[in-house]
């Protein structure tokens, strides 16, 4: 499939992965996500180009996505809580209910069209941007986090989200916390701690859903996880996390909020052009 690409064709590729990388990781230290939101657009793009099928594409896409944001999540989560910024309560909470959402979008993976992907995807990123865009501190969903049978539901819905998006859940997870008047730093390291469990199972459950479709994957490929392009991205966003961590706790993030929800829209639209 990839023999009939030209070479400088595919040295241009793989140079935008690697530049998605260094957005990925800077982005993961700083808002406490896996940087899947900017993965998964740049993944789709790559694997279009050299003709992976379009009903395995988004889904080859996420798989991957989770793979290689599992050492980012991790060398950010490591960071944050270096720094104090974890709240351990929130994370034993929410981690196994996340789990388990996670498992169920792998799950979808092995037989849902593309298309459930795509507009989950649009849904969830509009949402994450609106917030960005237009939250302000006086927003607030109530004055702390709710009982366990709510922090339940809300882990089960993020995990599900998170699989279904490609990403580590850390814009959902800041958002929610934030929304519950958490400070933004400790809802931003708490968040990449909850991205490490759901990476990794995600990538498991991704791998093992695209086992039945392996003839249709690109060379390289492990169930709907492509190895190039964990191979590529993995190592440069994990060394530019720590990068954004630093900027996390030194800048003001205002401009870098409004940049990226309206990255976030220009992709949903993206993918909204691609299912009509």
């Known amino acids: 499939m990839m023999s009939g690409v030209p070479f400088n064709e595919l040295a241009w590729l793989a140079a935008a992965i690697v530049a998605g990388g260094v957005i990925a990781g800077f982005l993961a230290g700083l808002f406490g996500i896996g940087g899947g939101a900017i993965i998964v657009p740049v993944l ?22 989770l793979a290689i944001i599992v050492p980012t999540t991790i060398r950010s989560y490591v960071a944050h809580r270096a720094r104090g910024a974890v709240m351990a309560d929130v994370l034993r909470i929410w981690m196994v ?52 049978a709510g922090m339940i539901a809300y882990g089960l819905g993020i ?18 916390l934030t929304l519950y008047g958490k400070p933004i730093h400790a809802a931003v390291g708490t968040a990449a701690g909850l991205g490490v469990p759901l990476t990794i199972a995600g990538t498991i459950g991704y791998v093992l859903a695209g086992l039945p479709h392996q003839a249709q994957m690109p060379p390289f490929s492990l169930g709907f996880v492509s190895l190039i392009g964990v191979v590529l991205m993995a190592p440069v966003a994990s060394f530019v996390a720590i990068f954004g961590v630093k900027a996390a706790h030194a800048l003001p993030r205002r401009r870098l909020e409004i940049a990226f929800g309206l990255f976030l829209l220009a992709v949903s639209v993206r993918f909204v052009a691609s299912l009509v």
């Not at 050299?50 to 889904?59: A, F, K, L, S, Y």
């Not at 298309?115 to 994450?128: H, M, T, Y």
């Open 44 to 65: 789709y793009e790559v694997f279009r180009v050299i003709g992976v099928p379009e009903e395995v594409r988004m889904q080859l896409c996420i798989g991957t996505s």
């Open 97 to 148: 209910p996340m789990v388990v959402g996670v498992v169920a979008g792998s799950g979808l993976a092995a037989f849902a069209p593309p298309a459930v992907f795509k507009i989950a995807f649009v849904v969830l990123a509009a949402i994450i941007a609106v917030r960005l865009l237009f939250g302000d501190e006086s927003w607030r969903l109530g004055a702390d986090l709710p009982g366990r």
């Open 159 to 176: 995990g599900l989200a998170s699989s279904l998006m490609g990403v580590s859940g850390g814009s959902m997870s800041t958002m929610v």
